[in-house]
């Protein structure tokens, strides 16, 4: 009887035995891992092998890769013998006479992600035919080969079961390794210490011989470097886990502390700490302007006030209006950072290395010195600043008439505040009022045309999310928190983003209308099978629309219908999670949810950089940059726009970090008390409650679910009791009691009341 020959589907494991594994799971450690010995003396690894050839982008002969990896010629035999041993795997393909390039169909390069139960997925690149983003691979642990979360690597791949048609992968090599160190806490032994790092995605201890401890004590938040020849494959007696090899470079201190967890934060998420010396000597070494050079104009008697929070120190952007007898002219002066930071100096590289500032409520990792930031290119009331002013005629209906730019000199005269602006135009406080006499009129004239401004834009179909967030007070001497409450968004906040986006608006429509190469603020339409699951989960919570799911009318109409409703807040932060993320781009397609043709950043160069490239791109093309600068080719933009939107994600991430950080800080003394919350999602594992006046969330599980047998409706988005039919679902508002704050996972735990 002839038997069919099975089709290739993976780089092949062996047996010991030689013969081919019959089983879909199969060990791809060590044999898939190994070469055949090298008999001249030499010894060359596969990782090592396989990272030399990812380098060649065409076939390579055998004396080639050998150059790659520095053998000599008497090796060259060996090479060739492990080279088709790799090919006899299917992770390398012939080309002609002993030429040999990696397989791409099997050999894939990817960015690990570590769970902490041990196996990962490894996120590829889009796929280079279609640009379209290619599925994550699932990692077994057994796969793993030691690589590590965030790693760069290159995997291969097997499919596991024709019928089930699935992919997995094994690491072949370690292209970069990005956790070189890493954030634990300290125990020590008598002849060892132990780190165990603070993030779960490292399910691993490290071993740290003690005269590496940096004498550290016990409990302490550390930062270890790892040994890159340092393993041990089985944890010393009593540790259960993996261990590796490292020593303390850094003793962060107590971890009950918030200023700790700060650098801790920022550690875990490679936020830069420092400015290098010559970056600093550069900004110390600049001055504030003093007078008015022949190529700026000269706005110190425009009235500009600032509007910023009260904790404030790094003013971006002052504004000022006038009325005109045919509506309004609106001055949106920037702080002019491109005067200082000058493209590939020390300060423009660090700036563009950091991206853009984080915020955290303890405290602030700026893209730009302090000497900068908060000093020479704030516009602080009452002193000369350099800005770069954006000057907008408005008709009587808010629609925009003109629009002219300059390298401009002001001096801000009032620093305000959004609570103060209330006060004023909102609250008629009539002390406020009376201390602000010359700024009535113009804050009245701010406020009519920032009105008209939202009734456009909300009319052409910017879509109108309001989101509150959780503001947190401190007490800054003894670094404690007051409290956490939901922020109010008032006129103020309303004028000033309203007059920011204008501007940036203006800035894009400037770009677009010449053609000129820059970087644009862009955002995808929803994608549309998540459009549709969220409008059948809205249908069940009773919101309803006509209306195609993921258009614009849709959009509006929904969110009209839950306005003023106890459901609102979530169904705008359903409405948000199903929403593409902005990001920036050289290849302007607009901007769904402003329903913007074209959209950039310009409004805020002292925290983020591409709006200091928006700047210099301006500056180009109006002939405005006195140093001539040669325009930026449209290759190097977009790397910065990639590199630039995944800056920002990194630091949104560590900011959502460090606020859940301090949410659990805040509630651990809380313990049994009880609070209204709203359950904002339902899983297998149970819900997921945000508290009402604090938007802290937290969860109960359904192990915590006392009364009845509960089970999960998943279609409705509910949680029922078998017997009782006791119904909990999205949107519902509950009372919460809670049960734990846990440090190690920052989470709250709850329980229905």
């Avoid at 629309?545 to 459901?567: C, H, M, N, Y």
């Amino acid at each position: 009887m002839a038997y069919k020959k099975r089709e290739k589907r993976g780089f092949s494991a062996r047996r010991k035995s030689g013969r081919a594994s019959r089983h879909t799971r199969r060990d791809t450690s060590p044999e898939v891992h190994n070469l055949p010995t090298m008999t001249c003396g030499e010894d060359v690894t596969m990782e090592s092998l396989l990272t030399a050839l990812f380098q060649y982008k065409s076939p390579a002969d055998v004396k080639e890769i050998a150059q790659a990896i520095g053998l000599p010629p008497h090796c060259l035999q060996d090479l060739d013998t492990a080279l088709r041993s790799l090919r006899h795997r299917h992770l390398l393909a012939a080309h002609g006479k002993k030429k040999y390039l990696l397989n791409g169909e099997i050999v894939k390069e990817g960015t690990l992600s570590v769970h902490p139960r041990g196996f990962g997925f490894a996120a590829l690149a889009a796929d280079e035919t279609t640009g379209k983003k290619q599925d994550d691979i699932f990692i077994p642990e057994r796969n793993m080969a030691g690589a590590l979360h965030g790693d760069r690597i290159l995997l291969g791949l097997q499919r596991l079961s024709s019928r089930r048609n699935r992919l997995e992968g094994a690491v072949l090599a370690i292209l970069e390794r990005t956790a070189e160190q890493i954030v634990g806490f300290y125990a020590e032994g008598s002849k060892r210490g132990i780190v165990t790092p603070e993030d779960a995605r490292f399910p691993f201890q490290i071993i740290i011989p003690l005269e590496f401890s940096g004498g550290a004590q016990n409990g302490a938040a550390v930062v270890v470097q790892l040994d890159p020849a340092g393993k041990e494959k089985k944890p010393p007696e009593p540790f259960q886990k993996p261990a590796l090899v490292g020593k303390i470079i850094e003793v962060l201190g107590n971890p009950e502390e918030l200023a700790v967890q700060m650098e801790m934060v920022i550690r875990k998420h490679g936020l830069p700490r420092t400015f290098t010396p010559v970056a600093i000597h550069e900004a110390e070494a600049l001055t504030i302007p003093t007078t008015v050079s022949a190529d700026r104009t000269d706005l110190r008697d425009i009235l500009h006030v600032t509007i910023d929070g009260e904790t404030a120190r790094d003013f971006d952007d002052a504004v000022s209006i006038v009325k005109t007898k045919n509506g309004y002219k609106l001055y949106v002066s920037i702080a002019d950072v491109s005067h200082y930071v000058k493209p590939g100096s020390p300060l423009d590289q660090e700036a563009y290395l950091r991206g853009t500032s984080v915020y955290f409520p303890t405290g602030v990792v700026p893209m730009l010195p302090e000497q900068l930031s908060n000093e020479i290119c704030s516009l602080k009331p009452d002193e000369n600043r350099y800005s770069f002013t954006c000057i907008l005629d408005f008709d009587r209906n808010g629609k925009r008439q003109k629009t002219e730019f300059c390298k401009s000199i002001i001096k801000s005269q009032y620093r305000l505040t959004y609570t103060l602006v209330s006060q004023i135009l909102v609250d008629k406080d009539t002390a406020v009022r009376s201390q602000y006499k010359p700024l009535l009129t113009p804050l009245k004239w701010m406020g009519e045309l920032a009105a008209q401004l939202e009734q456009l834009r909300l009319k052409r179909g910017s879509i109108g999310l309001e989101i509150p967030e959780a503001i947190i007070d401190l007490n800054t001497e003894e670094n404690t928190i007051l409290s956490i409450r939901r922020s109010d968004r008032n006129q103020a906040h309303k004028i000033v983003e309203e007059f920011m986006l204008a501007a940036n608006e203006a800035v894009a429509a400037t770009f677009v209308k010449h053609r000129h190469p820059a970087i644009f603020r862009i955002h995808e339409n929803p994608d549309t099978m998540k459009a549709m699951e969220l409008s059948r989960l809205l249908h069940s919570l009773g919101f309803h629309s006509r209306e195609d799911a993921g258009s614009i009318q849709w959009f509006d109409q929904v969110l009209k219908t839950a306005r003023g409703t106890p459901q609102e807040y979530i169904v705008n932060n359903l409405i948000l999670r199903v929403m593409q993320q902005a990001r920036y781009s050289t290849d302007n397609i607009g901007h769904f949810g402003l329903a913007a043709d074209s959209y950039t950043h310009f409004t805020s160069p002292i925290r983020r950089y591409p709006d200091l490239l928006v700047h210099r791109a301006l500056a180009r093309l109006l002939h405005l940059d006195k140093e001539k600068v040669q325009t930026q080719e449209a290759s190097s933009l977009s790397e910065a726009a990639d590199f630039l939107s995944d800056r920002e994600r990194i630091a949104v991430k560590a900011e959502r970090d460090m606020l859940d950080r301090l949410k659990v800080f805040y509630m651990e003394d809380k313990v049994g008390e009880v609070f209204e919350g709203i359950i904002s999602g339902v899983s297998a594992f149970g819900l997921f409650i945000e508290l009402r006046e604090s938007l802290i969330s937290g969860a109960v599980s359904l192990t915590d679910m006392s009364g009845d047998s509960f089970f999960v409706d998943e279609e409705n988005h509910r949680i029922l009791g078998r017997s009782s039919r006791t119904s909990y679902q999205l949107g519902d508002l509950v009372q919460v009691r809670l049960l734990s704050a846990d440090k190690q996972r920052w989470r709250l735990n709850f329980t229905l009341e």
